[in-house]
């Protein structure tokens, strides 16, 4: 029997970390095994220094992720104790998944459904290829879909775009993702690994300080007013403005070359 470990592959290039679900004969669906692992994972790479930017893919290109394995259910979703297990266990991995103060690039190729979908939205940018789906099939298992999920999806495109996904179920195009702000660049498909590349060489090479902070800023920045954490901000800043990165910054642009961060 495959371990959770089997069926998310984890690697590093450098300062690129990629998070791979590997499960392509079930289009990569996630066991709670794997949604635990997935947790733990994030929490771990939240740690890592040596980390700046994580690619998360699926394996194959039939299917980004469907989401939940649905055959668990019988099993594992049962009773009112066991859904409030599961559901804990998959609000860790995607809290670990949006908390993490790394930049996310998501890669998405085939259909990206359901749960996969709440990965991909979760993630900072989204990179799909033009042959990519997606959709929210709750309506047509007979599930209720929880309010944080829906609060995430309203937040990525819309009041009207969200009742549409929701109530038809229907898979829509990379080019209604797109129109609607669910993903950040629709390419060939033929070129979206180059296309991902980039963006992740590109933020690599950035100061890890200002990207964390710019990535933490826009956080606070989606809150109201009044639930702003701006203690928090202004230490980003001022962490930022003390580096010796910044002092390379300079640097590096009045000798006309490239900055060579450290991330301190």
Known sequence: MDTPDDLLR???????????????EKRNAMTLAMWQRMGEVFEAWADDPGIRVIVVCGAGDKCFCAGNDISEFAKLRST??????????????YSALRNIPKPTIARLEGSCMGGGLEVAQLCDIQIAADTATFGVPPAKLGLGYKLDDTVLLVENVGVKAAKEMLLT???????????????????????????????ADE????????????????????????????????????A??????????QRAFAEK??????GK
């Open 10 to 24: 984890t690697e590093t290039d450098g300062p690129i970390a990629r998070f791979t679900i590997n499960r392509p």
């Open 80 to 93: 009112p104790e066991q859904i409030a297990h599961y559901n804990a266990v998959t609000h860790h991995a």
């Open 169 to 199: 179920g229907r898979r829509f195009a990379a080019d209604d993702a797109l129109r609607w702000g669910l993903v950040n660049r629709v390419v060939p498909a033929a070129e979206l690994d180059a296309t991902v590349q980039v963006y």
């Open 203 to 238: 933020i690599a090479a950035n100061a890890p300080l200002s990207v964390k902070t710019g990535k933490l800023m826009t956080i606070e920045a989606a809150k109201e007013t009044g639930e702003r954490d701006l203690s928090l901000c202004q230490s980003l800043v001022d």
């Open 240 to 249: 930022c403005n003390a580096s010796e990165d910044f002092i390379e910054g």
């Open 257 to 262: 070359r490239p900055p060579n961060f450290k």
